[in-house]
């Protein structure tokens, strides 16, 4: 797959940086990081950690000895926020050597404030580096850049040895991640040979589960995720942590895509953007709320930032971009529906909470973008950060590197409380307040929703005896959508097992799981706990190998679950 794909990047004009794998942490030239040189920036990770943003992992194209180069970003690049910047006056790029911490595509990095640190979880091999077979993956480990609050910070390898739960996890990526400033998070993903060394799969397989790193005490946990949907697998979507409401705040879960446990086709099951899942993470308690306003139309591989409302009455989750599967990704020609679906994608929307309702931000799309990162940026916490990503609405990923970012290097910047672009970065930006259209909803329409979906849900955010007049809308007609299941009181256990094709008995466990009575039900948990062995997927059950023409890419990496079961 990798030299079909290098062949046609050829085709096209471009340069794959043809590095040995054994130099996949070789350096680049700190020279190709200007403004007149850089092309695309794509599959990366980002976190911002006081005054400094960090860009890590993923591909960029740069403009070498006039050739447009595509390869892997084998250093950690930091920017400076503690100063402004415009468009035509960008920031400096400052590159940080890496070590022998690896560069992977679509990792997440959570930050962790109290202790000056970020982690990188998940990802798959770059598509920039020669593939010559299983090994070229580097092995599972947990890596931690510790920063020195001036831009720079070394890389470490964390020993994970004495942590079952980690030893048993396998790198995946494609999941939904999220940071709040005590835990990182992630949803679902799913894992193949270019993710990990331990699955032996050529093609890819969904992977449930809810995995979670508490910055503290380290200890991970790895839990059912069958709250969500109907098999707890979730794929390139949203999730956001809402510190607002809750013992330990709240995740909220938006678009993207869902599967069964045994295969995973790009596009085929997509999550309404009307149904929102929230996760309460100190109880470990799903809930389901149906979002009325403004809905966008289904999609995935956006990004998400949340802000806080003045009054810390409200809670603003705003979406930016985003694709509608097929397209970029399906292949195609300029005129395919999907390719001018995607040219309307420069959209930002705002899910306001408690209310639970969508808000178009009012511009004109010119510049619709997928894969992007973007982050909360500024003192007064009032500004969208975009970082990097592609045009949506070309015919090919391949095409899509040729275009050269019209901002300097892959970053711009949206007011959020204006609700528009700006030229720059402004590090004296007056503080974070809603936007009139949202203040107005709320006046008109009162605080929460009229009817909640899921019951549970409004007594953890709503007062006592509080109402509203707003009137729910319905979930679009023929929208698929993540299972709503009240799990408000049943205790879920996350016991792992070794081995991506065991997912395949999991389902089976699980279905039977479901129709038996408590006393079946313990004998067939007993059952798989024996399952505690590798156990290689058959030739019929394999998922197959997405062809050249197909570019498994999605924005998030991270980790796995082998098994959740529910005790009720």
């Given at each position: 797959m990798a030299l079909a794909i290098g062949l046609f990047l050829l085709a096209l004009g471009l340069t794959v940086s043809s590095?040995?794998?054994?130099?996949?942490?070789?350096?680049?030239?700190?020279?190709?990081y200007s403004r007149e040189n850089?092309?695309?920036?794509?599959?990366?990770?980002?976190?911002?950690?006081?005054?400094?943003?960090?860009?890590?992992?993923?591909?960029?194209?740069?403009?070498?000895?006039?050739?447009k180069t595509q390869r892997p970003l084998n250093q950690t690049l930091s920017i400076d926020l503690s100063k402004s910047w415009t468009n035509s006056t960008p920031p400096t790029v400052r590159a940080i050597d890496k070590g022998s911490c690896p560069s992977l595509n679509e990792i997440i990095l959570w930050s962790d404030p109290a202790n000056d640190t970020i982690y990188a979880y998940g990802g798959q091999l770059s598509y920039s580096v020669p593939w010559v077979g299983g090994s070229t993956v580097p092995?599972?480990?947990?890596?931690?850049?510790?920063?020195?609050?001036?831009?720079?910070?070394?890389?470490?390898?964390?020993?994970?040895?004495?942590?079952?739960?980690?030893?048993?996890?396998?790198r995946t990526t494609g999941g939904l991640g999220a940071s709040s400033s005590s835990a990182g998070y992630n949803l679902g993903g799913y894992a193949g040979s270019r993710t990990s060394q331990k699955t032996g799969i050529d093609g890819f397989i969904p992977i449930p589960g809810l995995q979670t790193y508490n910055y503290t005490s380290g200890a991970w946990s790895n839990n059912s995720a069958l709250g969500y949907s109907k098999f707890g697998t979730a794929q390139v979507g949203g999730m956001v942590h809402v510190p607002s409401w809750g013992p330990a705040g709240l995740l909220v879960i938006v678009g993207g895509q869902t599967s069964p446990l045994t295969s995973w086709s790009d596009g085929g099951t997509m999550v309404s953007m009307s149904n929102i899942?929230?996760?309460?993470?100190?109880n470990q308690t799903w809930y389901h709320q149906t979002a009325t306003g403004d809905i966008p139309t289904q999609r995935d591989r956006f990004c998400l930032v949340g802000a806080q409302g003045g009054d810390n009455s409200t809670y603003e989750i705003f979406l930016y971009g985003g694709h509608v599967s097929g397209g970029i990704f399906g292949g195609g020609n300029q005129t395919d529906p999907a390719v001018q679906a995607n040219a309307e994608l420069d959209q930002v929307y705002v899910l306001s909470l408690p209310a639970f309702v969508w808000i178009k931000a009012n511009y004109t799309s010119k510049d619709p973008r997928v894969l992007q990162s973007c982050h909360v940026v500024g003192a007064g916490g009032r500004q969208l950060l975009s970082v990097g990503g592609i045009k949506a609405n070309f015919v090919s990923l391949e095409v899509s590197y040729q275009d050269t970012d019209p901002y300097p290097f892959g970053l711009k910047v949206f007011d959020m409380t204006a609700m528009r672009w700006t030229d720059g970065f402004n590090v004296s930006a007056e503080p974070y307040a809603p936007p009139d259209a949202v203040a107005r909803y709320y006046s008109q329409h009162g605080k929460y929703p009229s009817k909640w979906t899921d019951s549970g849900l409004g007594d953890l955010i709503s007062p006592p005896n509080s109402t509203s007049s707003s009137t729910p809308s319905q979930?679009?007609?023929?929208?698929?959508?993540?299972?709503?299941?009240?799990?408000?009181?049943?205790?879920?256990?996350?016991?792992?097992?070794?081995?991506?094709g065991a997912l395949v008995l999991i389902a089976l466990a699980l279905g039977a799981h479901f129709r038996s009575t408590k006393r079946r039900q313990m004998s067939e948990i007993d059952a798989m706990r024996q399952a505690t062995r590798v156990h290689e997927l058959d030739q019929a059950t394999r998922p197959a190998e997405l062809g050249s023409g197909r570019f498994p890419t999605e924005l998030m990496g991270k980790e796995v679950e082998k098994k959740a079961v529910v005790i009720t």
């Open positions: 590095q040995h794998t054994k130099d996949i942490v070789s350096r680049q030239d700190p020279a190709t850089f092309v695309r920036r794509v599959f990366h990770g980002t976190a911002v950690a006081g005054n400094v943003l960090y860009i890590d992992g993923g591909e960029e194209v740069v403009v070498i000895n006039g050739v092995q599972e480990a947990f890596w931690a850049f510790k920063v020195d609050g001036k831009g720079g910070g070394s890389w470490r390898q964390l020993d994970m040895s004495d942590s079952p739960t980690w030893v048993s996890l396998t899942t929230v996760f309460e993470p100190q979930s679009p007609a023929g929208a698929a959508q993540a299972t709503p299941r009240k799990s408000h009181t049943g205790a879920i256990v996350g016991s792992v097992v070794g081995g991506v």
